[in-house]
């Protein structure tokens, strides 16, 4: 019998972090990784609701309840939007809006709102970069709000946050002064604030818990390379340097290795977290040269072999134990999404709302569905999927969708 390394470990933990809920981007894992029936095919006609979201912005839909989140900002980030949707029918129960007064700039692919927000038992949180981080509860009562700094520079924020047992972590790297920040759910207080080298680009990826070996680490990624946090008091443990630099996709953790890419083009990397200090000789297993420029969606592991998406739609497979590469192919369109993964298949969403479904293979590209969703050609879909109670949920710039994944 085939051993299939991810599945085991990750449908434990998206369990243990209650059945696969979709609360914060990513979903339980912060990886992708799901483990809800879902469809392989889908159209426009598969869309149970759909509805029109004030302002514009690419953060992804979490859920809390009966009831699912998502941002949106207005007049160039002077208005950023908390936004609450009935689950089933995508009603607007709710909006909370924070006037922000000061000054940001923002690249045309990111925006004002791109962090996803967290939920966490009845309290959600949104991180809206300079105009703070801001917490409610479900009916949208404002609980708490924090100043987390003026995060100087021309690319604005990217990272979500993420909650675990009544901690939120919230990556604030900038051009200026940059920090791992760990901050109490029920009062705003910040637990712990580690600082960070990571000053000449900016933070635009999220971390990730793995427990390996037994033991909890925080994972995050960045301008010089990827780092292991002890959750506990925010310490640095281990770090691994990158092949490039503007470290934004998320690493991927499977068979006990962590896979790596760069924002800008260079290699995917593997990496063993056991190590402390800097591990970049002696706890590197292997690097493997990348394809297709930059990379913006993050790595997979699925079935032993590792699958890397480029911004311009080059994937490429490789084994996972070596870096082997076995091909390399393209998707049609552009990308800024990260995938989806189940025990199966791979799928990942272009900006035009199509959603390539794909069977991983070492022989070739398999791609068994290409399912689109809008025909507006001023809709950009730059969001990741989201599973939520056997549905799937995604967003455009402007507009939220629930389809249908019904057999």
Sequence with gaps: MKIYFLLIPFVFLAKFLGADEWTSFRGPTGMGVTIQKIPTSWNSSSILWKNSIPGEGQSSVVEAGNKIFVTASEKSGKKRTLLCFSKDKGKLLWQKTINFKGEESSHRMNGWCTPTPATEGNRVVAFFGPAGMHCFDLDGRKIWELDLGDFPGSWGAAASPI???????????????????????ETGKTLWDSPRIEKPRGGWSTPIFITHNGISQLILNGEYGVRG???????????????????SPVPFYGNGLLYVVNGKPGDLYAVDPSGQKDVSKSHLKWQARRNGGRDLPSPVMIKSMVLVTSMSGVITCYDAQTGKTYWVDRLEGAFSGSPLITEDHYFIQNESGITFVIRPNEDKLD?????????????????????????????????????????
Excluded: H
């Excluded at 909650?163 to 759910?185: E, F, H, K, T």
């Design 229 to 247: 946090y002890d959750p506990t008091n925010g310490k640095e443990v281990w770090f691994c340097k990158g092949f490039n630099g503007r470290g």
């Design 367 to 407: 791609v068994i569905s290409k399912n689109s969703l809008s025909a507006d050609s001023g809709e950009i879909f730059r969001s990741t999927l989201s599973t939520i109670n056997g549905k799937i949920y995604t967003r455009s710039n402007n507009r939220i969708y629930c389809i249908s994944t019904s057999m």
């Design 163 to 185: 909650i675990r047992s009544g901690i939120v972590y919230q990556n604030c790297d900038s051009m200026g002064p940059s920090r791992l920040v760990a901050i109490s759910l």
